[in-house]
Every structure is written in structure tokens, then in C-alpha cells.
């Protein structure tokens, strides 16, 4: 298993050094690094997308996870904001996404879901 997303990572490596800009692949990147306890390279990753799409809710809900599993949940709770606020709407996933697992703990994630009206 971890020699195929070694693998994986690798060859979207090559894919993204050949067109940095292909934000299919910078997403699957930053998704591969993250399973791999890459985050700071998840993280890199995921700003870049944010960058390059900053409409896009999932980008920014991916950022929020990202930052959330480095631990830094003012950061990750402002960019969830930016995910609900651009459309993101899996809450159930929010909920659930053992990414946010620490982030839910958090009393600003409490206030957001009541914000934004989101069932638990």
C-alpha cells in the first residue's frame, strides 16, 4: 500500500513539474501527501489550488483539512468559513471527515455549524 502511493505520488510529481497549473493534479497531490503524513506537502499543495481557484469551495475545504492536521485551527476554521461561504455544502462529510476530527473540538467549529445552520 505504501509503496503504491510512493508510487503514485511520484508519477503526479511528474505530471505537475511538467504543467504546475493542472489543478486536477495538484488536488490528487495534495489528497496523496496527506495520506502519505505528508501535510506540510498537502498543505503546500492545497494553497497553491486556493490560489489558483479561489471560488472553488472544495479547495478551500481542503485547506481547512490540511491546516487543521498541522494543528492550526484559527487557520482552518477561517478557511472552512471560505468553503461554506463559497458553497460548499457536504455537511455530512464536515461532520464526519476524520480530518477535522481535532478541529470539531474546537469552540470557533461549534460557532460556525450554528452560524451556518448546519445539522448535526
Given at each position: 500500500m505504501e509503496e503504491d502511493l510512493n508510487f503514485e505520488i511520484q508519477f503526479l510529481k511528474g505530471v505537475y513539474r511538467r504543467?504546475?497549473?493542472?489543478?486536477?493534479?495538484?488536488?490528487?497531490?495534495?489528497?496523496?501527501?496527506?495520506?502519505?503524513?505528508?501535510?506540510?506537502?498537502?498543505?503546500?499543495?492545497?494553497?497553491?489550488?486556493?490560489?489558483?481557484?479561489?471560488?472553488?469551495?472544495s479547495a478551500h475545504y481542503n485547506l481547512a483539512c490540511s491546516l487543521a492536521l498541522k494543528e492550526r485551527m484559527p487557520d482552518a476554521i477561517?478557511?472552512?468559513?471560505?468553503?461554506?461561504?463559497?458553497?460548499?455544502?457536504e455537511f455530512d462529510w464536515l461532520l464526519e471527515d476524520?480530518?477535522?476530527e481535532e478541529l470539531r473540538e474546537h469552540p470557533?467549529?461549534?460557532t460556525l455549524i450554528e452560524e451556518f445552520n448546519i445539522p448535526c
Open positions: 504543467d504546475p497549473h493542472d489543478t486536477s493534479v495538484i488536488e490528487l497531490l495534495a489528497s496523496l501527501y496527506n495520506e502519505a503524513g505528508r501535510i506540510n506537502d498537502g498543505l503546500r499543495m492545497d494553497r497553491r489550488l486556493v490560489r489558483l481557484e479561489p471560488d472553488n469551495p477561517r478557511a472552512l468559513r471560505a468553503a461554506i461561504d463559497k458553497g460548499y455544502r476524520p480530518d477535522l470557533n467549529f461549534h
